[in-house]
């Protein structure tokens, strides 16, 4: 899945009649300093363009001259500026070496490049595709500065992943249903039924299974939501179907619906309302956020983009994969992951579009940290599927966590009802299990 320094400016000296002479030198030297420091800056920000040279040479030595795409994702100790400077030199080169950068739909070729490191090195690795044939790694390594450490400007916040559950068909979602210092209590949606565990002597042990049986076909791309409910145990959301878990022995009653998904995790609204603490505002401050619902494609992997209620104006929005709420002081902003790979940020008075290069799967928690609210997104490398924490200062996000791997691809990111973490489906690429993983945020000091 990119966070600035900045330096504090050198005050500005006022002259005194006295001290004129004084002041005047202090001055000149003043904006001396300033002439230096801003060529350092340049040198540091230059020493960039050998493996941008480097790497734009190898991918122009597999594409040839052309139209191509260009996604740089920064998932190293390299702050927002570093990562802008390297995103523009290799931009550059990549022209120089006949190739123009268009959007994804004009393009011959996509590019994405990662930028992670090891503990002596910077790697970056170009990942490239061109028509339906295999892709292309090219890859460049330079020394990381002796010392160097990360900075902690670019990665004020740690994510923590823990792994809850692992089985060989796969998981569509798991909910925590009795939480504490550690979870004692589990459900698992899986393709064909509810399941439900208690933690005894340290295992998860089966005590319910409940079997959904679907009048029609599922889709191929299977996709399901699992929250807990206030009258009942549980509500289950699949493509075409509802139903209802209830407690004590546990049993399940479905029915043929197209009704539309809801959006926010259960914790989070509390009701046909939901009051969210706002980040930037005075203390007991609160922001109230409709229940908002999405109509899902019964027979796709996607939400028709249709809302109720609408946002503002906005009624419809392009299909989506998944949807994340950033409360604000006036109002919610919506973010969209978008079918077509774009990112739409929705105020209810505007609809501002972005590609930022995150995968299919975002949303958004509440923390003590920060902002006070993160979004969580997904990107996807050949070597494996992460995610990491941004904010928006406004519609710029910026990442305020290194990105955590995890051991395949992806498969769901759902915030969990209590608003604060996320699960993360896996599908493992060793062992072809699926795996379901809590993610919460620290704040590290």
Request: aromatic residues 8%.
């Amino acid at each position: 899945m990119s966070v600035a320094v900045y330096n504090a400016a050198i005050p500005e000296l006022t002259l005194n009649t006295v001290h004129r002479r004084l002041s005047f030198s202090a001055v000149f030297l003043s904006r001396i300093f300033g002439v230096i420091f801003a060529l350092a800056i340049y040198a540091q920000a230059a020493d960039w363009n050998a493996p941008e040279q480097q790497l734009a040479r190898k991918i122009s030595g597999v594409t040839g001259p052309g139209a191509m795409a260009l996604t740089v994702t920064n998932r190293s100790s390299l702050g927002r500026r570093d990562s802008e400077v390297i995103r523009n030199g290799l931009r550059s080169a990549l022209e120089a070496a006949g190739l123009r950068v268009v959007k994804a739909e004009q393009a011959a070729a996509t590019i994405t490049v990662t930028l992670s490191e090891n503990p002596t090195s910077y790697v970056w690795v170009a990942e490239i595709r061109q028509g339906a044939g295999d892709s292309a790694v090219e890859m460049v390594t330079l020394p990381r500065p002796e010392g160097s450490v990360p900075s902690r400007d670019a990665v004020p916040l740690s994510l923590r992943k823990s792994l809850l559950w692992t089985q060989s068909n796969p998981i569509l979602d798991l909910t925590v249903l009795e939480d504490g210092a550690t979870p004692s209590s589990i459900a698992v949606l899986s393709v064909d039924d509810v399941s439900l565990y208690g933690l005894q002597g340290g295992k998860w042990q089966q005590q319910e299974h409940i079997t959904i049986t679907p009048e029609h076909a599922w889709p191929r791309d299977l996709r399901g939501r699992l929250l807990p409910a206030k009258d009942h145990l549980l509500d289950v959301y699949l493509p075409g179907v509802q139903c209802k878990v209830n407690s004590g022995p546990a049993s399940l009653s479905c029915r043929e619906s197209d009704d539309p998904w809801p959006l926010l995790a259960g914790g989070m609204n509390g009701g046909a309302l939901a009051s969210f603490p706002s980040a930037g505002l005075s203390n007991g401050a609160t922001t109230v956020v409709p229940q908002v619902r999405a109509f899902y494609a019964s027979n796709r992997n996607f939400f028709t983009g249709a809302l109720t209620p609408g946002l503002g104006k906005f009624t419809t929005v392009p299909k989506f994969y998944s949807a994340a709420v950033l409360p604000r002081e006036k109002y919610p902003l919506w973010l969209f992951a978008a079918t077509d790979g774009e990112v739409h940020f929705v105020d209810g008075l505007s609809d501002q579009v972005a590609r930022v290069g995150w995968g299919s799967d975002l949303t958004s928690v509440k923390t003590s940290c920060g902002a006070g609210w993160q979004v969580l997104a997904t990107s996807s490398s050949e070597a494996a599927d992460s995610v990491r924490a941004y904010e928006l200062p406004d519609r710029d996000p910026v990442g305020v966590s290194a990105a955590v791997d995890f051991p395949g691809a992806i498969t769901a990111l759902w915030t969990e009802a209590r608003g604060d973490t996320a699960i993360v489906v896996v599908k493992n690429r060793d062992t072809r299990s699926y795996e379901a993983f809590r993610l919460a945020i620290a704040c590290d000091q």
